[in-house]
T-cell receptor, first 114, second 111 residues
Framework: GAGVSQSPSNKVTEKGKDVELRCDPI?????LYWYRQSLGQGLEFLIY????????KSGLPSDRFSAERTGGSVSTLTIQRTQQEDSAVYLC????????????FGPGTRLTVT | RKEVEQDPGPFNVPEGATVAFNCTYS??????FFWYRQDCRKEPKLLMS???SGNEDGRFTAQLNRASQYISLLIRDSKLSDSATYLC????????????FGSGTRLLVRP
């Protein structure tokens, strides 16, 4: 079956602009995660969605970051007023609930803020 | 001390070699651990899990040393295709889903 898909694969934006990153999880996976990976660094947890429960937003680095998940499927991560330090690869993953250790990742969106 | 620490490497080994790298963790109460593999410019993928008894899958063996709080990954008979970054993952005790990823150990297998 289809894996996790993300779009766009690459995004170059000017400092101060808003960007939207999209994630389409594996069908049937009710858990969805967003991470950020800077060059040579580990994955930084951003936000977690599980079914209809309130999302865990504890990893969002500032109030410029927000995410939503519509209909329990597709998720959008929005970064407002982008800064150069936001440049990174944004990875989305999904899993079955209770199997968080087995996350399936999308190919990521490489964001460059100029 | 960081929750998960890894030697960034790179470990540069010839084909056929045996290589091992460790990952240290700070929470002594952690029960389960995982290794993910990430190819260059690709997404991470689950490689194997590590519980108290360790785990072996073909050429790959993962072991846990609770006393010293580290897990290890041993790769025997290295292949060129093993070249990747290996991420150590530890679930925190206060969350079942917020995985903590190490920054990874890079392995280069040369012909």
């Amino acid at each position: 079956g289809a894996g996790v898909s993300q779009s766009p694969s690459n995004k170059v934006t000017e400092k101060g602009k808003d960007v939207e990153l999209r994630c389409d999880p594996i069908s049937g996976h009710t858990a969805l995660y967003w991470y950020r990976q800077s060059l040579g660094q580990g994955l930084e947890f951003l936000i977690y969605f599980q079914g209809n429960s309130a999302p865990d937003k504890s990893g969002l680095p500032s109030d410029r970051f927000s995410a939503e998940r519509t209909g329990g499927s597709v998720s959008t991560l929005t970064i407002q007023r982008t800064q150069q330090e936001d440049s990174a690869v944004y990875l989305c993953a999904s899993s079955f609930p209770g199997l968080a250790y087995e996350q399936y990742f999308g190919p990521g969106t490489r964001l460059t803020v100029t | 001390r960081k929750e998960v620490e890894q030697d960034p490497g790179p470990f540069n080994v010839p084909e056929g070699a045996t290589v091992a790298f460790n990952c240290t963790y700070s929470n002594s109460a952690s029960q389960s651990f995982f290794w993910y593999r990430q190819d260059c410019r690709k997404e991470p993928k689950l490689l194997m899990s590590v519980y108290s008894s360790g785990n072996e899958d073909g050429r790959f063996t993962a072991q846990l040393n609770r006393a010293s709080q580290y897990i290890s990954l041993l790769i025997r008979d290295s292949k060129l295709s093993d070249s990747a970054t290996y991420l150590c993952v530890v679930p925190p005790m206060d969350s079942s889903y917020k995985l903590i990823f190490g920054s990874g150990t890079r392995l280069l297998v040369r012909p």
